[in-house]
């Protein structure tokens, strides 16, 4: 088991999370409001944006490939490294959809 450290972009705050233990769980643990709902990898409201690191999470099937190496979903992903994350953030194809849904409703 190895402890990595892991930093939360414009929050201030840092955890250590084992590489055996999700970041959700490390956040829960540490009292970190990170939003999170089916916590299967599924439902993409638990997002962050992966700006420095790396971390494993086979079982993220809401994300492609690619958006797997951006995107870590926390309920899913297990550090490999320390990590610098951005919480709330959502891959491309997700921000798209919402854009293109709220174009949608306003030409209603
Ligand atoms: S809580 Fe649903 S994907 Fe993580």
Known sequence: MTEHTVEFVGTG?????????????????????????????????CSAEIIEGEVTQPAARALTEEEAESYALTCMARPQSDLVLDRGKYPPSIEDAATDATDAAADD
């Open 13 to 45: 705050e840092t955890i250590q999370v084992s590489d055996k233990r999700t970041i959700l769980q490390g956040c829960i643990d540490a009292g970190i409001a990170q939003e999170f709902s089916c916590r299967v990898g599924m439902c993409l409201a």
